[in-house]
């Protein structure tokens, strides 16, 4: 610690011995009023200064120009926002030596790592947290969300909550990294519009996990956190229920569609650390990566239209969960620079020699693939394909997306769709080199 941030927090220290029994004083007040009186005292003036300082010597927030203010200034509107103000005027105990480190590495630092916070709707008592790749899966509890906000001794009395309070049940998994792309800023910019969460960064962990089930998992909020300073809401669509009798209601979080049992946590522990060990470009080699990389993006772009048993919630999706899925089954077992020509029937082979437990199995992927290659021509042509037939292709071809991305990444061959053809024609070839395989993969995974 720098001296000047040592000089930074002991200013801070001042400015709340001395605002706090002045706090009193203004009953007549609004918290907003507080903030702004504490903020243009003489002791807010040396706080400053002492703060511009600081972050100057952190290195944190540290203008271009010489003459631009380092660090956040100390105004009544961080002082409302942070609920200090609120603080200092209510009778709840606090100690001030630790309110003023918090408000000092919130004025000037030192730089810290920012993280990204993807929340899932998996309902799942995740038993430890698990790296996944550089992505720590965890379950927070109430301690440990309430701990990330800003100033957090404060933070009760915060104008705003940082966080969904349906986060403080306890009951999301999130998958969370830190970013070193990320810098922290001096105001947080107002969202007035979302397109949803921006899954691309987190697409393998995401994969993984939507390769277990064909009940699909999806981002139900996302947040940017530099913890004890910011926390910025990207998204936020948690879906909530209540509980409780008439009159005496109360929200909860609404989890799922997939939910895994206490039974299943090790095993989905242990395909998730397999799944994101195998799904990196070191391992793959950039060609494979990058194709599976594109499947998964049209496969996860479907979760939020996928309900229970992947049935589609809403008919009218069904045609755009089509598209995706044949898309990136069609993606997934090409070749660049392979012909066009006949490319569903070379597909729709590949997909049922590389997922096919036996000979039935083959035949009925061969002619699910088929026939949502048909439903995807109507759809490209402007026809409307026979219901019957749209909602089993929107509903079949999910399972054998998902099969063939888990074979794709434990098989690790650059040239699947080949291979696939080889396997077609080749016993040996078949169980050599993708049934045994997948069968040593998943012995690995179901091993008591």
Known sequence: MTPEHLELVAALVDLISDARPRAGEHADLTDRETADAIAESPAGDTVRRAANAAA????????????????????????????????????HEFNAEALAGQLAAYL??????????????????????????????????????RAQRPVPIAADHAATQAWDPLL???????LATPDPELAPVRDLPLRLFSRGPSTRSVWAPLLAVNLWSDEPARVVAEYVVEPGRTVDC????????????????????????????????????????????????????????????????????????VGYRADVTFSDDEPQVVLNYVTSLENLLSGGSESHTDLSRRTAQRAAVLI?????DRLRTLRCVKDAYNVRSSIAHGSDPRPRKLTEAATQVRSILRRALVAAIVLGEAELGPLCDEALL?????????????????????AP
Not at 168 to 174: D, F, I, K, L, P
Not at 286 to 293: E, F
Not at 435 to 440: G, I, R, S, Y
């Open 356 to 360: 096919g437990e036996n000979d039935g």
């Open 426 to 446: 080749s016993q040996g070839t078949l169980r050599a080199k993708i049934n045994n395989p997948l069968a040593e993969f998943y012995s690995l995974i179901h």
């Open 234 to 305: 990207l998204y936020s669509s948690i879906p909530y229920t209540y509980i409780g009798s008439p009159g005496d209601e109360c929200e909860v979080p609404l989890l799922g569609p997939l939910h895994v049992d206490d039974s299943h946590s090790e095993r989905l522990i242990r395909f998730l650390t397999e799944i994101t060990t195998r799904l990196t470009e070191r391992e793959l080699g950039t060609k494979l990566h990058d194709r599976i990389r594109r499947s998964a993006l049209r496969f996860l772009s479907t979760s939020d239209m």
């Open 168 to 174: 403080e049940s306890g009951w999301h998994v999130v």
């Open 56 to 91: 100057r010597a952190n290195g944190y927030l540290n203008g271009e120009r010489g003459d631009r203010h380092a660090g956040r200034a100390l105004q009544g509107d961080a002082l409302f926002r942070l609920g200090v103000a609120a603080l200092l005027r209510s009778n």
């Open 108 to 145: 000037a630092g030192p730089p810290e790592d920012l993280w990204r916070y993807f929340v899932l709707n998996i309902d799942w008592e995740l038993p430890r947290p698990t790296d996944l790749g550089g992505w720590r899966l965890s379950r927070p509890g109430a301690d440990e969300w």
